[in-house]
């Protein structure tokens, strides 16, 4: 019987042949032969075992599984299910970008009685706000030319990695809504020029942009690009959420004339991006570097990207800083949650710190280390709607990147095929006939719309809190629902390092023990007492785990 299933398929269309060869209906004959011989050859192949098995039917399975994630988004997806971004979320962004209501009815999807559940504390005493332009300044007190920043930008995406007309889209809604758009590390191209928004200057461990010869950095063409006038500030990536800690290569057949363009390497050559920097080897080399961009820019605030990895790594840092009484103009924090940027499934899912675990860990090392009213922080990693800015800048952030925002506002799906250069709607594709799809005046139309509507929504947050500027949003202003099913204010839920704790010891032990063995001139592993000791154990036996943040 289960032979009878296999072959009949392939008796069928036969008979189809045979029908068609009598009937001389010979499109019907042509037809149904072909999927005879493809029925036979199936059988005797032995690669595909389906295919063996179910000769002709088999290929409806890989035929259906092609379309699994359109069909999954577009009919099987719950609205709050996160695949990464769910179905509500994406519909707020497109919303917001084609300048349509958000306004929705019958009340909210969320289950407020799950643990993890957070909602901000409204006043009674709330305020309208009318301007939702809202800056920081960057750069103050070591800048000749300090910028003054949206709280909201565009994150780092790559000419490459975008299209040059989803580039260009973002830059131009950069440019008529005043905020920045980062270049992301595949430095300057002409389409972030074209229409002269202003410019976050991406620096990776590749020097695209200024390269020499060997991939190491080159003053002299820095130079030259860090004095546009577009270029507001300069970033030096040391590792991104997707794939932090790790390099990449940039095959030969997508090195096209105008990705070399930008990148200043030879066209149609492998390009690769190490895994670390070659300018620096050490922490305090590394400050003194970023003295050195400052000083090359003509005094443009020069700042650092990091997935925080090894904590102790970031404390020698700190320990720089305040070694070569120099430091970063700002910092911005990438999460493991980032991923625009291709990775394999190992680095998405098991690599880097979560984005609010390494924002509230550097946060508290600057606290402790004197720092913190001197460096900005940003923070990058699935930020899409105002609740997520409020939220982070209420936990003291200073300002916020999006990146898939921005991509949802110039026309991204979601399909999850930014790597294979298929890219359905031609942001995340190098091929022209599919980015040809992209109206740069209309999608630029929408990123202006999806930063002024967010912002608006996040001035009516703050408003509602009873404030007039997001700086004033702290931690006791929203609540969140325990694992026990008690409320809690985020102000007694995380843990904060009081202001100059560990230079005087009296950091929290984990912090301190951490924080005293690091090395200004080392990002080795340094000499830790071993934590997996009985009698360490004893000690943190009232205290959580050395990367938690949580009272």
Known sequence: MQVIKRLLPILVVAIFFALGLWAKIFWLAGLSGFFVLVGIYNLIQKKHAILRNYPIVGYIRYFLESFRPEIRQ???EGNEEEVPFSREQRAVVYDRAKNLSNIKSFGSLVNFNQPGAEWFLQSGAVKELKNSDFRIMIGEGQCKKPYNASILNSSAMSFGSLSGKAIES???????????????????????????????WQIGTGYFGCRNADAGFDESQFIESAQLDCVKMIELKLSQGAKPGKGGVLPAAKVTPAIAEARRIPV?????????????NSPREMIRFIAKLRELSG????GIKLCVGQPWEFMAIAKAMIEEQSHPDYIVIDGTEGGTGAAPTEYLNHIGMPLLDGFLFVQNVLRGAGLRDKVKLCVSGKLIDAFDIGKILALGADLCNSARGFMFSVGCIQSRSCHTGECPTGVATQDPVRQHAINVDNKAERAFHFHKNTLKALASIVGTVGYTHPK???????????QDGHIQLLSHHFYWTDIGALLQGKGREHYQIMWDAADADHFDFPELPDLHSKDYSMRQRNEVSIFSNSI
Not at 472 to 482: C, D, G, K, T, V
Request: proline share 6%; aromatic share 8%; hydrophobic share 25%.
């Open 268 to 280: 149609h050559q492998d390009c690769i991006s190490p895994p670390v920097h070659s300018a620096f």
């Open 472 to 482: 004033s949003l702290q931690p006791h202003h929203i609540a969140r629902r325990e």
């Open 74 to 76: 577009y009919f099987l």
């Open 170 to 200: 973002i830059n131009k809604g950069a440019k008529k809504g005043g905020f920045a758009q980062n270049t992301g590390e595949g430095s300057i191209s002409k389409y972030h020029r074209r229409h002269g928004g202003d410019l976050i």
């Open 299 to 302: 005094g443009k605030p020069v």
